[in-house]
């Protein structure tokens, strides 16, 4: 559903990305783990198509993405929600208004029952569906963007950060949220600092330190304190070594 192969990306004198490969089939949770400057959301943005690489490849639903046509550019966009770890919606409109207009954007044209049916699905409380977002959480306003994918029928979500600052309920229901969506076919690629909710999602991890995927790892196989142990030794190799 998402393919990345061999991609390159360098700003001036910084290499931010460097050979980087990796997939996520539907169904599938990859989650990105990586110190700030690793390259994850370096990553992210390539998929996006907000910036172009030096070299390399992104396949989206079987479909190379070609950077050098706004046709092939807007087609891969149209498979993809992008949640960020601020979610940038209306925060005069309710949750209903906030996804009619995100729709109408997307040149889709839900009815209000598969809106409320999508808001349902995330666990939105239905008296907040008609009041303002500014009277929301940060993990309510996550969950009109995932009611968004919904709707949109997104065969790939790409989550940038999305459980920073959400406390550990809030984290767990968004866990929760995330699992169902890829049971029912969606590829999901989280870039996260967050141990615990990449190990409680991912089929698989990335582990990501100065441009380079330095492990790729079956989550089936580790437990938590192994990932962190093992992200730790990746990323910093001489500490870890002083540590043991």
């Not at 009619?100 to 699905?121: C, G, R």
């Not at 940060?138 to 009109?144: E, L, S």
């Not at 790409?158 to 920073?164: A, G, Q």
């Not at 590829?187 to 582990?207: E, P, Q, R, W």
Request: some cysteine; glycine content about 6%; hydrophobic content about 40%.
């Amino acid at each position: 559903m998402l393919e990345i192969n061999n991609l390159s990306k360098q700003f001036g004198d910084k290499r931010a990305l460097n050979g980087v490969s990796c997939s996520v089939k539907s169904g599938e949770i990859m989650c990105l783990l990586g110190a700030n400057g690793a390259g994850k959301s370096t990553t992210v943005n390539l998929c996006l198509g907000f910036i172009k690489p030096d070299s390399g490849t992104i396949s989206i639903d079987g479909e190379l993405v070609d950077f050098d046509k706004k046709e092939s550019l807007a087609n891969s966009r149209q498979k993809l929600v992008y949640i960020p770890e601020q979610m940038n919606l209306y925060q005069d409109f309710n949750a209903i208004e906030n996804i009619q207009y995100l729709a109408k954007l997307s040149d889709i044209s839900p009815n209000v029952n598969e809106i409320q049916e999508a808001l349902t699905a995330t666990g939105l409380e239905s008296a907040a569906w008609n009041k303002p977002l500014k009277n929301y959480s940060k993990g309510m306003r996550q969950k009109v963007g995932i009611a968004f994918a919904i709707v949109r029928k997104a065969k790939v979500l790409l989550l940038d950060e999305p459980t920073s600052g959400l406390d550990p309920s809030a984290t767990i229901e968004f866990i929760n949220i995330i699992k169902k969506l890829a049971e029912k076919g969606a590829a999901i690629f989280m870039v996260t600092h967050d141990f615990y909710c990449a190990h409680s999602l991912a089929n698989k991890i990335g582990i990501m330190n100065q441009g380079n995927m330095v492990e790729f790892l079956d989550n089936n196989q580790l437990s938590l304190s192994s990932l962190e142990q093992i992200y730790h030794q990746s990323v910093n190799p001489v500490s870890s070594s002083k540590v043991a």
